[in-house]
């Protein structure tokens, strides 16, 4: 490449150091608090208790079970839509904004709404499946633990699949024309044409889009806060959530510390290849 | 490439189906919005409001700082877009174009930042805003919510770079421009589709956080519209209808700067460029 | 003749107290400001007796401003934590008696007692014994009470005469018979409800429990006591209860204010509650008519026997933040906020019972009032709930394992099982 060996600090740095300079105290400060006791063990025991804990155990689960099925869907939902919205329809403009909408309602607010949306007694949803008499009284959707994590799942998919739709769109804009046009000379069918030069060229974005969105929903707070507060039980507490309870409702700063310190490094493990794959060179 | 009249009736169904899963929800909250505070906790609900009232929205407008809250949140979210994408594009080209001891390590770093919760960083960094005087100010909050959209940004924006052929910026150094020209002239167009996309992503971002906002701002008329909206979920009372109108409202705002936006999210010059 | 000690402490009275006027008299000199945030300023009616007090405290201290700042209940201890430790956060606050011992045990709150004492050394004898055991640590007082009510069951009388029920239930039993009575759910009617979610938790279901006769720890808050035959008969009674679909659908969603709306609707006839519920309830829907429809009655108890305490003690306070630059004017408000005046204003615009017993023994609109009577008296049968760091932590698995029980994931005794190990754990037994 180009080796102005310099200039690239020149470029990069800036952005780093805000970066460092905003977050490097509070992220040093929350890891060394993490190592702390707790109760009347020594340093590092709120990481054994963790091991211990059922109510951590079942955070990581519903955390590992939501980001798994929220970003397969959010790719799916968005990867059709961009295809959708990138072809060169009337009133574009109006299906981008309608296509974008779902996002810009915010995350709490989003879960009051699905909340109040899912009330078995005042919610639209019952009142569709009354009226439809697909039911004869009112369903508890959000008081049964699998609905109600369906139910999250559903609503975070609606919300939030626009931001991997807009990184999508954005980079089919940068797929060369030729290259359809090529493919289409050589008699290529829309399916060919879609596998052999849109999926190769939008690859690399749809990685980031991956990891971008992962890395966004392990820290999906905001949604389950509005919607079940982690309810009922434990059943759709996210480790987040957990992480929330511990710090702001039982004071308990090192245990919350070492649950987020545990997320941050298993969220790295299975990023790190992700990362690697999406920084290896195209050759 | 020739489409067929099945291919328009396919993606013109398939759009309206997006939209119509899109925009149920938003029926539900401008229905609400539109009714008394007793039929919108009525059994059984109603679909269409029996009573329209606009007495919601009446009271949004009539209450004390709402107004103040959209335009403080419209400063913040805007402030947050352009410092994270200014900064952003910058980095990102650095990353996309060259090829430097760290490049890996620096960009991995970046993404490790952000996989610790905003819960546990909210307070160190309070502390920090205390030290220089900034808490309680909507820089303070600028710059916290710029912590968060930036690495995303960066990510984005190496990724819409590494779509344009190095040969373009070459092209532009051999007849002398500078780096900074080339990124500037030849880059930049190319890529603001992708801008687009981060500068609203961003936006969006800032516009909808509770955390930090509720954290770092005290004084009431310095708050924002999503602190604003949830302060009307109550122990003591939930205004459903006002929260309806204010979430109505509250959408409009993002909705209408992309409106305007959307209009660059088309195919950039890069394919002309390389031909010639 | 003072004795040399008494000489001792009228002197550092005396210092004391020229301090604190003096105090007083350079800081009207300068023009100060203090910031008071109370979660009640969020909500209109509460908000508004707040500001007209905070607005006739102005006046009387003209060197004095007084910034408010609103915050929700809920979102409260989250920006007060995070202010107070970074050595901000507002001059004096309010809380409610749960996260007090924490934030006594982090020093996050001043020791009021020089102050009290500088200004009348009998200043805490008309607060209720009751009222200043949550803010009491090792015989300091942290905080001023400002209301303390008990919660009890509030009930819809027409809908009891329709149902032809005369008198509230005395017991659980009677309580089961009038709820299978009042539940009609082809008309979307039912006898009650129960707040299973966070937020109002605290104060509701645990009257229950106590009505059992049962308690969550061991008297000295060491260890869990929810293995006692009291605490499983109540747990599997309200198990039962709420499965017995007396209960409108969505009990574990329901939380204080979901659970005043269905009274105000007319959907449940009674619910938990105390003297605010009826102001709160009459606003949301004028149409009920609340404060002629509904009644207040002391909690059932388990066979109608007497039982006490038998439910469970709400209380506000009034704190100064330690990080506080001006803790005389800060005093000043807290000693305005408690007064007896203020309190009466209390009763009269919101319907809330003073922490001072002066106020509920002679103020003529108390003693004449159906639903005070009623609560003060239940005041005398009320526990707080334990005053310990880890109570918050208890108390959601507690929460969770409720839940569990009533969506039917475990069992009920399998449910109790598990929150009496977690407690346990939580206190390192």
Known sequence: MIGERWTAYWFVLPGTFLLLAILGFPAIASIVDSFGSVGSGGFGSAYLALLSDQRFLTASFNTALFVVCVVTLHIILGLAVALLLNADIPFKWFFRVVALLPWTVPDVIGGLIFRFMLDPLSGGVNAIAFRLQLMQGPYDWLGDPGWAMFSVIMAETWRGYPYPMLILLAGLQAIPKEQYEAAAIDGAGRWAIFTNVTLPNLMPMVLIAVVLDAIWQCRLFGMIFGMTNGGPGDATQNLSLFVYRQYFQFFETTYAASAAVVLAAVLLAVAIPYIRSTLREKS | MQHGKGFWLFVAIALFVMAIYNLMPFFWMISSSFKTDIEVTSYPATLLPQAFTTDAYARIWAQEGFVLYFLNSIKVSGGTAILSATVGVFAAYGFSRFRFQGRTALMATLLVTQMLPGVLLVGPYFKMLSLVDLYDTHLGLILAQTSITLPFTVWMLKGYIDTIPVEIDQAAMIDGATRLQSLVHCVFPNILPGLVATTVFSFLLAWGDLLWALCLITTPEKQTMTLGITNLVGQFRVLWSDIMAATVIGCAIPAFFYLLLQRYLITGVAGAAVKG | ?429
Do not use: C
Not at chain 3, 342 to 347: A, S, T, V
Not at chain 3, 414 to 427: F, G, P, R, S
């Open chain 3, 1 to 429: 003749m003072f004795t040399r000690k008494n000489k001792n402490l009228a002197m550092g009275a005396a210092v004391l107290m020229a301090s604190v006027s003096m105090g007083v008299q350079t800081v009207s000199a300068e023009d100060i400001t203090i910031t008071y945030s109370d979660w009640q300023l969020a909500q209109e009616g509460w908000g508004n007796s707040l500001r007209t007090a905070i607005a006739e405290f102005e006046e009387l201290n003209p060197g004095i401003t007084v910034a408010t700042e609103p915050v929700q209940l809920g979102q409260r201890d989250v920006r007060f934590t995070t202010a107070i430790r970074a050595g901000q956060g507002p001059d004096v606050f309010a809380l409610d008696a749960n996260p007090v011992r924490q934030y006594i045990s982090a020093g996050w709150v001043l020791d009021l007692t020089p102050f009290a004492e500088a200004q009348d050394p009998a200043f805490f004898d008309d607060f209720y014994e009751t009222s200043l055991a949550p803010v009491t640590v090792d015989g300091a007082v942290y905080g001023v009470p400002m209301n303390t009510v008990a919660m009890g069951l509030v009930y819809n009388q027409a809908m009891f005469e329709a149902a032809g029920i005369t008198e509230p239930a005395t017991s659980w039993e009677e309580f089961s018979a009038h709820a299978e009575a009042l539940t009609d759910t082809s008309a979307g009617q039912w006898a009650t409800t129960l707040v299973l979610a966070p937020a109002g938790f605290d104060l509701r279901a645990p009257s229950i429990f106590h009505s059992f006769g049962a308690s969550f720890l061991t008297e000295d808050w060491s260890a869990s006591a929810l293995d006692t035959p009291e605490m499983q008969a109540a747990f599997s009674y309200v198990v039962d209860m709420i499965q017995s679909g007396v209960v409108p659908p969505g009990v574990t969603q329901v939380d204080a204010n979901g659970a005043r709306r269905l009274l105000a609707n007319g959907q449940i006839a009674m619910t938990i509650g105390t003297t605010w519920t009826i102001p709160e309830v009459s606003t949301m829907n004028p149409d009920l008519d609340g404060w002629n429809t509904l009644r207040i009655a002391p909690l059932p108890t388990d066979g109608g026997q007497e039982i006490s305490p038998h439910t469970t003690l709400y209380q506000k306070s009034i704190f100064i933040n330690a990080n506080t630059e001006h803790p005389e004017a800060s005093w000043a408000l807290v000693d305005f906020l408690t007064q007896r005046a203020q309190m009466e204003r209390w009763f009269d615009d919101n319907n809330m019972l003073s922490s001072r017993r002066s106020v509920n023994e002679s103020y003529g609109p108390i003693q004449e009032s159906p639903f005070a009577s009623v609560v003060s008296e239940e005041i005398q049968h009320g526990t707080f709930l334990p005053l310990i760091p880890e109570w918050p932590r208890i108390l959601d698995s507690f929460r969770q394992n409720l839940q569990d029980a009533v969506t039917g994931t475990k069992t009920a005794e399998q449910a109790l099982a598990d929150a009496h190990a977690e407690t346990n754990e939580i206190l390192g037994n």
